[in-house]
């Protein structure tokens, strides 16, 4: 005859999917499916602003004058020979030029000017819808 009170062995299930759960539920909670750029800028508004597609080369100007190429700090006058190393067809390449409305205005078209030199005829300003 078995005694009533004889030990159960083994590990209870029950309260470690409890802790699963909870984990799961952290993390899905605190993590965000939305990418957001390493690069805060905030673009100026414009009436006739249209969503941006994605392109291949895309350059910040930040409120304090940084110049990034798609998310790289780079130099002003390095600027022509890095968007070299990125073009593969002058005429389908676009460039994207993002200016904070803080940026100076002489930063931005010193970044426009440095474009033309690479050699790209096609660029332009991102602006926010108003």
Do not use: W
Request: a neutral charge; charged letters at 25%; aromatic letters at 6%.
């Amino acid at each position: 005859m078995k005694s009533k009170l004889a030990l159960k062995s083994g590990i209870e299930l029950a309260p470690m999917v409890d802790i699963v759960f909870l984990l799961v539920a952290y993390f899905l909670i605190n993590s965000t499916l939305i990418r957001n750029p390493a690069i805060k800028i905030e673009l100026p508004k414009a009436e006739t602003a249209q969503s941006e597609v994605e392109k291949k080369i895309i350059i910040h100007v930040t409120g304090e004058n940084k110049i990034y190429l798609n998310e790289n700090e780079v130099e002003l006058k390095n600027l022509p020979v890095e968007i070299k190393k990125l073009v593969t067809d002058k005429d389908k390449d676009h460039v994207i030029i993002r200016g904070d409305r803080s940026a100076s205005y002489e930063a931005v078209v010193a970044v426009m000017d440095y474009v033309h030199q690479a050699g790209i005829t096609h660029f332009n300003l991102a602006t926010e819808p108003k």
